[in-house]
């Protein structure tokens, strides 16, 4: 009997072992496929959404091309469209109808916090100084306040109780960083001025022009988007501040459960697209982009810091 006893006991201790090994190969199993389809998404059309950078109407005229372009690259057909404004954008990426976006930096942190979007490449543009424009690439630019030739505004200390022009909230160039800077230098612009939003860079520089605002924050130089119009716009409108910190480029982010050799793909096609003659032109005409390099999460530490303190003010 006591063999019998020992006998049961051990094939007890068999079973529960081979049970517990089933079921850790079973949650194994799990993890890796969750982790798998976490980024799964391969879509069979791309719904690629550009930011309005510049007036809806022009953006659109300016984007369509690179769909055709995009949609030979990757085989499959690409629908573009114009974001209503930039936060629209963020609320599109997390609710997936978009699949890749072209988001400013304080979008994309604010997409990347919801989980909604992952960026791939950062924008290249070529340096800027007070108007002209430099033969370097760069990966980071200055926000910048403009001011009507000839305004009694000298310098950001005459900004109050004045309207300014400025972008959504979540603008880095056009909202974050300047806000912030002022802040710092003891002007709270938020509730000492009048801040007036407009769609568009270019459109903050032309209100400046017209006369309908005092003053506008904008990404540097955004006068060069108006040239074409107004050829002495650099002698019309004038800037009397430049933001001391730096902002990371524009991202090209995708929606976070997007298949990462699909991402690759995407990636790769659109730094190809901006080295020819007509995609670079195209993407020049969209958002001042000369192309594009590989870009993770980390790059944008300075715009989580960014918004975190003005969160804190």
Not at 18 to 47: F, H, Q, R, W
Not at 51 to 57: E, F, K, L, N, R
């Amino acid at each position: 009997m006591k063999k019998i006893k020992n006998l049961v006991a051990v094939v007890a201790v068999a079973v529960l072992a081979i049970a517990l090994t089933a079921c850790s190969k079973s949650g194994s199993n799990s993890s890796s496929e969750s982790s798998t389809t976490a980024k799964s998404y391969v879509p069979e059309s791309l719904n690629l959404q550009v930011t309005p950078s510049v007036q809806a109407g022009e953006m659109e005229n300016l984007a369509k091309p690179l769909g055709k372009l995009l949609s030979d690259k990757l085989g499959i057909p690409v629908n573009v469209t114009v974001a209503t404004d930039s936060n629209s954008m963020v609320e599109a990426m997390s609710s997936k109808k978009v699949d890749v976006a072209y988001l400013s930096p304080g979008n994309y942190v604010k997409a990347h916090q919801r989980g909604a979007a992952d960026v791939i490449l950062q924008a290249q543009r070529y340096g800027q100084n007070d108007g002209k424009v430099t033969d370097q690439l760069v990966d980071s630019y200055r926000s910048m306040i403009t001011v009507k030739n000839g305004s009694s505004i000298k310098s950001w200390e005459d900004l109050k109780g004045k309207k300014i022009a400025v972008q959504a909230v979540t603008s880095a160039a056009g909202y974050m960083l300047p806000v912030l800077e002022l802040k710092d230098k003891g002007l709270d612009v938020e509730t000492d001025a009048q801040l007036v939003t407009v769609k568009g860079h270019d459109q903050g520089i032309i209100s400046v022009l017209n006369g309908d605002v005092d003053a506008a924050f904008t990404f540097e130089d955004a006068r060069l988007n108006v040239q074409k119009d107004d050829p002495n716009i650099m002698n019309d409108v004038k800037a009397v501040y430049f933001t001391e910190q730096r902002i990371p480029n524009d991202t090209i982010s995708v929606r976070s459960d997007m298949d990462e050799a699909f991402r690759t793909k995407l990636a790769d096609a659109m730094i190809e697209i901006a080295k020819t003659p007509e995609g670079h032109k195209v993407v020049k005409s969209i958002a001042s982009h000369e192309g594009y390099v590989k870009s993770d999460d980390s790059k944008f530490a300075s715009m989580y810091k960014i918004e975190e303190a003005l969160q804190n003010k």
